[in-house]
């Protein structure tokens, strides 16, 4: 038959690689073997979507969140609420408030006189180890790191 028409496909490679302009710092010899290209720049399509890929990787990492389910009693389907959204305990009650149309009582809230516990529920949280305990009994960073849920209960 006849000799075979390729040769090593690296030795052709590194023997051509000196008339090829190097970028700086690349290997061209490694880049041709993978199948890369050789040229130096990249085309302004990719360039343009490189940069909008980087864009939305940082708006991704700008807006932090951490969503928890929080349940109530009596009502079969629980609702996720974005605990970064909000400054403390505070704010976190407020809009529980007016998501569940309830008063709800946490450990703060319990010492004030002259509130009607009939009419209340309570606010409580699974840690990581699954215990339940009050809301704002820790500090809220604390309390960041380590809810994995929240249950409004009936007084």
Same mark, same amino acid.
């Given at each position: 038959?006849?000799?075979?028409?390729?040769?090593?496909?690296?030795?052709?490679?590194?023997?051509?690689?000196?008339?090829?302009?190097?970028?700086?710092?690349?290997?061209?010899?490694?880049?041709?073997?993978?199948?890369?290209?050789?040229?130096?720049?990249?085309?302004?399509?990719?360039?343009?979507?490189?940069?909008?890929?980087?864009?939305?990787?940082?708006?991704?990492?700008?807006?932090?969140?951490?969503?928890?389910?929080?349940?109530?009693? +009596? !009502?079969?389907?629980?609702?996720?609420?974005? /605990?970064?959204?909000? =400054?403390?305990?505070? $704010?976190?009650?407020?809009?529980? &408030?007016?998501?569940?149309?309830?008063?709800?009582?946490?450990?703060?809230?319990?010492?004030?006189? +002259? !509130?009607?516990?009939?009419?209340?529920?309570? /606010?409580?949280?699974? =840690?990581?180890?699954? $215990?339940?305990?009050?809301?704002? &009994?820790?500090?809220?960073?604390?309390?960041?790191?380590?809810?994995?849920?929240?249950?409004?209960?009936?007084?």
């Amino acid at each position: 038959m006849g000799r075979r028409a390729s040769s090593s496909s690296s030795s052709s490679i590194e023997s051509s690689n000196h008339h090829f302009p190097r970028s700086s710092g690349s290997d061209l010899s490694t880049d041709l073997r993978l199948g890369l290209s050789i040229a130096a720049s990249t085309p302004p399509e990719q360039s343009w979507l490189r940069q909008q890929a980087v864009a939305e990787e940082e708006n991704e990492c700008n807006s932090a969140s951490f969503f928890v389910k929080v349940y109530m009693d +009596g !009502i079969p389907i629980g609702r996720k609420l974005n /605990l970064l959204a909000h =400054d403390g305990y505070h $704010d976190m009650i407020r809009t529980l &408030d007016h998501m569940f149309k309830t008063n709800i009582l946490w450990s703060e809230a319990a010492d004030v006189e +002259g !509130i009607q516990y009939e009419n209340c529920h309570v /606010l409580t949280y699974e =840690d990581r180890e699954g $215990d339940w305990m009050m809301v704002g &009994d820790v500090p809220w960073e604390m309390f960041l790191s380590c809810v994995r849920r929240l249950k409004i209960t009936k007084c």
